[in-house]
């Protein structure tokens, strides 16, 4: 209830006064008033396309500035990797992270990140070799040519 009251009373304050005034009599209102255009002009209509032109690329600015920040931070990038994981459960999975030369068994529940144990001696994992790769795109590019009508 406290939270709604601060809100309503935010909105109030940034409301505008005028709003509240309600009809100022006189010719002074008349001449206060602003002298507002065809919201339908061209002139509205290409300072609207502008602005939001300007707004969208200024999202699209931040997006690559913190894309290109979270590439700089990643210390450990390329010496840690997930090599299995194991569903226990609807939210529980049992996960076997490389870290360094380190094998690590990981719980992890929601909320929470437990270490189970650490390996002695590595369990060897397969290698995505290139030639699955060469594989994929032989049959997609396959597949491709037979729904291209001829």
Do not use: Y
């Amino acid at each position: 209830m406290k939270l709604s009251t601060r809100w309503m009373l935010a909105l109030l304050l940034a409301w505008p006064a005028d709003v509240f005034a309600g009809q100022v009599v006189g010719s002074a209102a008349q001449a206060a008033a602003p002298q507002v255009g065809d919201p339908f002009s061209l002139a509205s209509l290409g300072q609207f396309v502008f602005g939001l032109l300007v707004v969208v690329g200024m999202i699209f600015a931040l997006a690559w500035m913190l894309h290109r920040m979270n590439r700089i931070q990643g210390g450990v990038q390329g010496r840690m990797r997930i090599l299995a994981g194991l569903p226990l459960g609807s939210r529980e999975r049992v996960v076997l992270v490389q870290v360094g030369d380190e094998q690590i068994l990981l719980g992890v529940a929601p909320g929470r990140v437990s270490r189970l144990h650490v390996l002695e001696h590595p369990l060897e994992t397969k290698s995505v070799e290139p030639e699955n790769d060469e594989s994929f795109r032989k049959r997609l590019a396959a597949a491709m040519q037979r729904r291209r009508p001829q």
